[in-house]
């Protein structure tokens, strides 16, 4: 009799441990829990960088140069910068030469590169909706235009105008010296050709402005 009631009591556990390994009571697997996206897509977190983002700080910082219609590029386009943004990256993050005057802080030069990295995107869900583009040339100088330089375009205008003041002994910068030019670029930038305070005693024509702005942007090449 009692071997008879443990027969039945084995057979009666191993029916239930069955019923519940083939049943609704499974774990569910990571599979099919639902919280895997779909691959290309955008996740829409919160963490990621849009054009949304960057483009009030290009509008601080970049609209005294980067202007719709004129010969730099206009930041504020997002088809604009999505085809430069590798030189975009290469000056801001790489560099740190633009914007030409500062203004940018550490943390502003961070999201334009998080957002640069994260493949420049325009909304949260534009990922395969940026346009497709060649990538950007890697020379700034105009494709049709002439190949600007010091010696050639710029110090005539230098000698022209600033040699009352800014010459070797006058204990201001020399722009008749290339290399002191070249190494003062960015206040040449932000005095001559966006605040245009300089030079003091004389009066710089918009074209030659025009000039000087094109040949900083370009490179400032001597020759």
């Not at 600033?162 to 930038?189: I, Q």
Request: glycine share 8%; charged share 25%.
């Amino acid at each position: 009799m009692r071997l008879l009631l443990s027969k039945i009591l084995i057979t009666s556990t191993v029916l239930i441990l069955s019923a519940c390994g083939n049943g609704d009571h499974m774990p569910l697997s990571s599979s099919n829990s639902g919280l895997q996206g779909k691959p290309g897509q955008s996740s829409g977190s919160s963490n990621e960088v849009t054009f949304a983002d960057v483009k009030p700080i290009f509008k601080r910082t970049c609209a005294n140069c980067h202007v719709p219609g004129g010969t730099l590029p206009d930041w504020q386009d997002y088809s604009v910068a999505f085809a430069k943004r590798d030189r975009l990256y290469d000056r801001v993050i790489v560099k740190k030469d633009m914007p030409l005057g500062g203004g940018l802080s550490d943390d502003e030069r961070k999201l334009i590169g998080k957002w640069l990295s994260g493949g420049a995107l325009k909304g949260p869900v534009t990922r395969q909706q940026a346009p497709t583009v060649s990538a950007p040339a890697q020379s700034s100088q105009p494709v049709n235009g002439p190949i600007l330089t010091y010696n050639k375009d710029i110090r005539p205008i230098f000698e022209k105008n600033c040699t009352f003041c800014h010459s070797m002994d006058s204990g201001l910068p020399n722009w008749m010296d290339y290399k002191v030019a070249f190494e003062k670029r960015n206040r040449l930038m932000g005095r001559v050709v966006v605040k245009k305070d300089m030079p003091m005693c004389s009066q710089v024509s918009d074209e030659d402005r025009e000039l000087i702005r094109s040949w900083l942007e370009s490179g400032a090449l001597q020759e």
